[in-house]
């Protein structure tokens, strides 16, 4: 089994439970562990898979929290640096009628995972990268370290996976730098997923094909667009096909995306090192089919890592 390394943010989501309330007009708000590769690394971790985590909490309660929830998950949390100086990140999130998601972020110590900290973690031992960015292209230490890391893992000839994770409320003022860093990365890693609304955002189009289109020019990476609840489009080399979901009642779509890179990253680790990158189209559908079930099966459920706790092998059946 290949080892994954997922490296970002953790932070705690504030979840307000007054469904179809704006964050301006919710009062209760239950705390949760969050964080794009937080969540991935825990999806694969409770498939089974060997997951690490490289990011940076506070040295209080929230982070304290995060480490014993991963650890709880089976995410091996050595690489979970502590910050005394700052406090746990925080994203408060209102849930709509549909399940879709409104974020309002109070960042702290995500931001300081530092190339110094990464110097420490043996990169060597894995061979998987996943870097999920939401937080990550903003500046400060994260972001060097980040781009470090990948370009390390270049070196070393690993797999790299990508998924950018807009926020416009991150980069409502910044977009242009969102997306020309997002770029870099898809140019230079051998997956990524974005979401419909993610692709057409980085292409400047307006429609699924033109930003698929646009997408494959720009790399020969193998991406995937998720489509919600219609499925995912796969383009692998000159094939692309839309996979459909499976139909679920959703609670609350935080983390189906994770879930989603999750599955298919574990699935991933089971394939024998050298063919990870001369994996076919039949290869990727059948992952991505599977992949869709981790996805739609997490939106039955109020938070990503409590949907996590209902996942294992059997959702591939």
């Known amino acids: 089994m290949n080892k994954i390394l997922c490296i970002?943010?953790?932070?705690?989501?504030?979840?307000?439970?007054?469904?179809?309330?704006?964050?301006?007009?919710?009062?209760?708000?239950?705390?949760?562990?969050?964080?794009?590769?937080?969540?991935?690394?825990?999806?694969i971790a409770a498939l089974g898979g060997h997951a690490g985590l490289a990011a940076k909490v506070g040295n209080d309660p929230f982070g304290q929290h995060l480490v014993y929830t991963?650890?709880?998950?089976?995410?091996?949390?050595?690489?979970?640096?502590?910050?005394?100086?700052?406090?746990?990140?925080?994203?408060?999130?209102?849930?709509?009628?549909?399940?879709?998601?409104?974020?309002?972020f109070s960042r702290g110590?995500?931001?300081?995972?530092?190339?110094?900290?990464?110097?420490?973690?043996?990169?060597?031992?894995?061979?998987?990268?996943?870097?999920?960015?939401?937080?990550?292209?903003?500046?400060?230490?994260?972001?060097?370290a980040y781009k470090s890391s990948?370009?390390?893992a270049l070196q070393q000839g690993a797999f790299i996976s990508f998924d950018p994770n807009y926020r416009h409320d991150l980069f409502k003022n910044n977009q242009s730098f969102f997306i020309s860093n997002s770029m870099?990365?898809?140019?230079?890693?051998?997956?990524?997923k974005v979401s419909d609304e993610e692709a057409m955002m980085l292409t400047a189009t307006s429609t699924l094909g033109d930003a698929a289109n646009a997408l494959g020019e720009k790399s020969a990476a193998t991406f995937t667009i998720t489509l919600g609840k219609e499925g995912t489009l796969l383009c692998h080399k000159e094939?692309?096909?839309?996979?459909?979901?499976?139909p679920v009642i959703p609670v609350d779509t935080t983390g189906a995306g994770d879930a989603f890179v999750g599955a298919l990253l574990y699935l991933l680790s089971q394939k024998e090192v050298a063919s990870l990158h001369h994996l076919g189209f039949d290869d990727w559908q059948a992952m991505v089919h599977n992949a869709n079930k981790a996805g739609a099966r997490t939106c039955e459920y109020l938070?990503?890592?409590?949907?996590?706790?209902?996942?294992?092998?059997a959702i591939f059946e």
């Open 303 to 313: 938070g990503a890592m409590e949907a996590f706790k209902h996942l294992n092998n």
């Open 184 to 192: 870099e990365f898809i140019a230079s890693c051998n997956y990524y």
């Open 109 to 144: 110590a995500d931001s300081q995972l530092s190339i110094e900290d990464m110097a420490t973690v043996p990169l060597p031992e894995y061979n998987i990268f996943h870097f999920g960015s939401a937080t990550s292209f903003l500046p400060g230490p994260l972001y060097e």
């Open 8 to 43: 970002g943010e953790a932070l705690i989501d504030m979840i307000c439970t007054d469904k179809g309330k704006s964050l301006a007009d919710g009062q209760n708000f239950l705390k949760k562990p969050g964080g794009a590769p937080t969540n991935v690394a825990a999806a």
């Open 70 to 104: 991963m650890q709880q998950m089976g995410v091996d949390t050595r690489y979970m640096f502590r910050d005394a100086g700052h406090f746990t990140t925080i994203a408060f999130v209102s849930l709509m009628e549909n399940g879709e998601r409104d974020f309002v």
């Open 239 to 246: 094939q692309s096909k839309i996979i459909p979901s499976i």
């Open 150 to 152: 990948r370009n390390k």
